[in-house]
């Protein structure tokens, strides 16, 4: 069963867009919803994460908005560089994180020059 | 501070063999968590130990273990392997506060034939 479901599978995008990646969840225990990013051979990296009391979190160039009523939240990349090029996770987690991450299937993201 | 350190790196085993993997927690890290990441799949949680004690586990089989030493270095075994296992296997360590995360390894390779 399919927790958190995450789209697009794949995007590519040119130097300076901003590409969208959405998740959904079912499960309305989860309070913790973080982004990680994964380049080959490593391991995911923490992004940057959201609790559902607020509706937008930016750091740097990255922003989860959060819509709690809808059960979705979505990562933007502003001014995306060739160096965001790598597969994105979005991840739900009940206890505020201290809880085992359920992890969406992933976004490859192809930033072209 | 040193991060999450995961060995070995690659491994081949065969079919119903037994197969070890080591994880070294980062430094001020009390919990510990295993994930199994098929090849284009996001993570998927095995189990989390926390003090030496497992406090949770995913939808994995017993054949599936675990330890965590007093040094929260960490164990994950798997016992009869089979062809499914093959995968990216993740250690994860976090010091119990949600705002960092947890911090991921780059992983071990396991490949059974």
């Known amino acids: 069963q399919q927790q958190v479901k995450q789209s697009p599978q794949s995007l590519i995008v040119q130097k300076g867009g901003i590409p969208i990646i959405n998740c959904a969840y079912e499960?309305?225990?989860?309070?913790?919803f973080p982004w990680y990013q994964q380049f080959p051979g490593k391991g995911p990296a923490l992004l940057i994460a959201?609790?559902?009391?607020?509706s937008e979190k930016k750091e740097g160039r990255f922003t989860i908005s959060f819509n709690k009523s809808a059960k979705q939240f979505s990562l933007h990349i502003m001014d995306s560089q060739p160096g965001d090029s790598a597969t994105y996770f979005c991840?739900?987690?009940?206890?505020?994180?201290?809880?085992?991450?359920?992890f969406g299937s992933g976004t490859r993201l192809q930033v072209q020059p | 501070e040193t991060g999450v350190t995961q060995s070995p790196t690659h491994l081949i085993k065969t079919r119903g063999q037994q197969v070890t993997l080591r994880c070294s927690s980062q430094?001020?890290?009390?919990?510990v968590s295993w994930y199994q990441q098929a090849l284009g799949q996001g993570p998927q949680f095995i189990f989390q130990?926390?003090?030496?004690?497992?406090?949770g586990r995913g939808n994995f089989p017993p054949r599936f273990s675990g330890l965590q030493f007093p040094n929260y270095s960490s164990e994950l075994n798997v016992n009869a392997l089979e062809l499914d296992d093959s995968a990216l296997y993740l250690c994860?360590?976090?010091?119990?506060?949600?705002?960092?995360?947890?911090?991921f390894g780059s992983g071990t390779r396991l490949t059974v034939v």
């Open positions: 994860a360590s976090s010091n119990g506060q949600a705002v960092y995360g947890y911090t």
């Open positions: 499960n309305t225990a989860f309070d913790y």
């Open positions: 959201i609790r559902p009391d607020v």
């Open positions: 991840a739900a987690s009940k206890d505020t994180g201290r809880r085992a991450l359920t």
């Open positions: 430094s001020g890290h009390n919990t």
């Open positions: 130990y926390y003090r030496e004690e497992e406090n």
